[in-house]
């Protein structure tokens, strides 16, 4: 049995999907699925059981032998969230209890952290997870201080030398800007990659975030965009690489601009390109990174090797095989 906290979300619902196609019978899923359309990321599956997060710390209790492995990807990933009791209960006190649970009953515990924890992105880009790089990072919002503070915890918890209290094998995963099919119910979240394609098959330009820094000419501004199949790789490789724990980033190791990814999806779809340029809304200009990039050493020093999707592949796997068909759900 496999267990995954936040299934019917954007990156658990594509690990689900591929659980169930590498032959994973049991797989249970822990999320809230509310009112909109956020089931129909998991209509397509065969699942042991969906549970509420209410449900979860007495799921584990009861089913502990049998679980062997929980991927904890469920948290509030709202950037935005302004209620900073709500994220912390929800993205580290649960997480803690989790880890708690998966190193009394030896159960392997992988987690979604988030490359929003490197703030502004001044410290640069890299995966280390000592306690003093850790608390070096000044993240920009509630959430990514959030997904910090469990590093943190993580990296105290750890530094005990206490086996008992560490899960035989853990990994923290710090996602960058991550696109693909499923991501529909994220509304205001959802990927630029999709944000444009939906712009542009509206009939009406791109629109991207006009640049506040002199050193970035609009559009110039870049991310280290990540397919969610690269992503779902690698969850996989570590899940049957038990040796292997640690603290990782998942990018792709190339920054590209939002003008590249914006002609991209224009190149697809055989239109030229039309760019329109708005201001950064105040509210979020004061702490808007201008630059991200993965730096991915440690992933590859630890053996992982596949090849990352590139943007131009990714874009194109996205329109042709989800968006422009009539089920876009994976």
């Known amino acids: 049995m496999i267990l995954v906290t936040g299934g019917a979300g954007f990156i658990g619902s594509n690990l689900v999907a591929s659980l169930e196609q590498n032959g994973v019978e049991d797989i249970v899923i822990c999320d809230q699925l509310g009112m909109e359309q956020k089931w129909r990321n998991i209509s397509k599956r065969d699942l042991f059981d969906v549970i509420s997060p209410k449900s979860l710390n007495d799921f584990i209790e009861e089913n502990s032998a049998r679980i062997v492995t929980v991927f904890h990807l469920g948290a509030i990933s709202t950037t935005t969230e302004k209620n900073a009791d709500l994220i912390l209960e929800n993205n580290f006190r649960v997480s803690c209890k989790l880890w708690s649970q998966c190193a009394k009953y030896r159960i392997p515990f992988i987690y979604a952290s988030s490359a929003a924890t490197y703030g502004d992105g001044s410290l640069g880009f890299n995966d280390i997870s000592t306690r003093a790089h850790l608390a070096s990072l000044t993240p920009l919002n509630p959430y990514g201080w959030s997904k910090n503070l469990f590093d943190r915890w993580v990296a105290k918890t750890i530094g005990t030398g206490s086996a008992a209290q560490t899960p035989p094998q853990w990994a923290g995963l710090k996602f960058f800007n991550v696109y693909g099919p499923n991501e529909y119910h994220k509304q205001g979240q959802i990927s630029v990659v999709l944000k444009n394609y939906r712009e542009i098959k509206a009939g009406g330009p791109a629109i991207l975030f006009r640049s506040h820094n002199p050193e970035y000419k609009d559009g110039e501004q870049s991310r280290d965009f990540i397919w969610v199949g ?48 708005i201001d950064t809304p105040v509210t979020i200009r004061e702490h808007y990174q201008y630059f991200t990039k993965a730096n991915i050493t440690r992933l590859r020093d630890a053996g992982y090797n596949k090849k990352f999707t590139s943007l131009e592949e990714g874009v194109s796997q996205y329109i042709s095989n989800f968006l422009e068909t009539t089920d876009p759900y994976i």
């Open 230 to 277: 690269d992503c779902i790789d690698i969850l996989i490789w570590l899940s049957k690489t038990q040796d292997v724990s640690g603290l990782f980033n998942v990018g792709t190791g190339i920054s590209r601009s939002f003008n590249d990814m914006a002609k991209t999806i224009f190149d697809r779809l055989n239109l030229k390109p039309e760019i329109k340029f």
